[in-house]
Nanobody, 120 residues
């Protein structure tokens, strides 16, 4: 089991930047099939995957954020960041981090979310 806590959200003007943090209660990539994902959700819409980072260091991004957002971890493997540059009003959402295993569906944990608001 792992607890995840997001932080770093806030209000920013369009074109600005924010760095979100997902702090885990222990090493995130303890298994070699781990995936840490950043998701976002706006009211009335499904939660969407924004970016992901695997145990092997592979990253993936939604088309809408590729080139503007970057996901990376720290050396302790307990925190994963989402650097968001060139923010747009449509990036406004509650951002959640998720830690799951590809080969064990029971290992699937979410944080409580952090609000990102982008003013035009």
């Amino acid at each position: 089991q792992v607890q995840l806590v997001e932080s770093g959200g806030g209000l920013v003007r369009a074109g600005g930047s924010l760095r979100l943090s997902c702090a885990a209660s222990r090493s995130i990539f303890v298994f070699n099939d781990m995936v840490l994902g950043w998701y976002r959700q706006v009211p009335g819409k499904q939660r969407e995957l924004v970016a992901s980072l695997t145990s092997t260091g592979s990253t993936a991004y939604a088309d809408s954020v590729r080139g503007r957002f970057a996901i990376f971890g720290d050396n302790t493997k307990t925190t994963v960041y989402l650097q968001m540059n060139g923010l747009k009003p449509e990036d406004a959402a509650v951002y959640y981090c998720n830690a799951r295993r590809r080969w064990n569906n029971a290992y699937d944990y979410w944080g409580q979310g952090t609000q990102v608001t982008v003013s035009s």
